[in-house]
């Protein structure tokens, strides 16, 4: 791959997303992770002038070895969270307008005070404020697996976020071993520990804050983020309940008519 005009990348994108082509073929093979990067925040921060689409915090996705390995990739990835994007526990999707949907079992970490690049695990849990029980809803709208650099650039299949009750950090529970019970129309069909999540949750911000200054991002006070996934992705169809119990964290619930 030669150099890529960022700038060019940008208008494509934008120009394949209004026409409803989320993966510009224009652009298989062709970019780097960290071109892919660029293209994204730049994609984002295009869309952030709406207020329903401002960023208010960032997901780190592949962390599981067991999604890392679902997708043949060996390292974890970010995206960014909209306003719009943000759903409560219990919110009810409509399949008519999802991109073959699926979801992922996370928590949702808000932080308190800034973090900087560099920041130990021990630094992250001095620097959040509460976690809650979430699902990642993605979209799968290309071919994640051969073109994860467009996947990324179009921000890394995120749709929304369903985010249950908060948990104060002064009364989390052990985050290594908190397990995640995953029921789909009220059958359990997973479980997973934080441990899966790059040995910790907070491993998980940690490695954020460093992979964004890189970029001459940062996180911030108030930021959330969504720190990967206790198990494997799991599609979603019209029909289905969702509901995860983290335990001594809480439960969060969603659905697709």
Request: hydrophobic fraction near 50%.
């Amino acid at each position: 791959m030669g150099d890529i005009d960022i700038e060019a990348a940008v208008r494509d994108f934008e120009a394949a997303r209004d026409r409803g082509e989320h993966f510009p073929a224009a652009w298989f093979d062709r970019l780097s992770l960290d071109d892919a990067f660029r293209v994204q925040l730049a994609l984002i921060r295009r869309r952030s002038a709406q207020p329903r689409q401002r960023r208010i915090g960032w997901k780190v996705g592949l962390t599981a070895k067991a999604i890392q390995e679902q997708f043949g990739v060996h390292e974890p990835v970010f995206g960014c969270l909209l306003v719009e994007g943000r759903k409560p526990s219990g919110h009810v999707f409509r399949a008519a307008e999802l991109i073959k949907p699926g979801f992922e079992n996370e928590l949702c970490i808000e932080l308190g005070r800034d973090l900087p690049a560099g920041a130990d695990s021990a630094a992250v849990a001095a620097a959040v404020a509460s976690i809650a029980p979430a699902l990642e809803i993605i979209e799968t709208r290309g071919d994640f697996t051969r073109q994860l650099a467009v996947a990324l650039a179009d921000n890394a299949q995120q749709k929304a976020f369903v985010v249950g009750t908060k948990v104060r950090a002064a009364d989390m529970p052990d985050l290594v071993r908190v397990t995640a019970r995953v029921r789909i129309n009220d059958e359990e069909v997973a479980s997973g520990t934080g441990a899966a999540v790059l040995g910790h949750p907070f491993n998980s911000v940690a490695w954020l804050a460093g992979k964004l200054a890189a970029f001459g991002e940062a996180l911030r006070a108030g930021d959330v983020v969504m720190s990967g996934s206790f198990t494997r992705q799991f599609p979603l169809a019209a029909g289905d309940r969702v509901e995860t119990a983290f335990e001594g964290v809480g439960n969060v619930m969603a659905s697709v008519v």
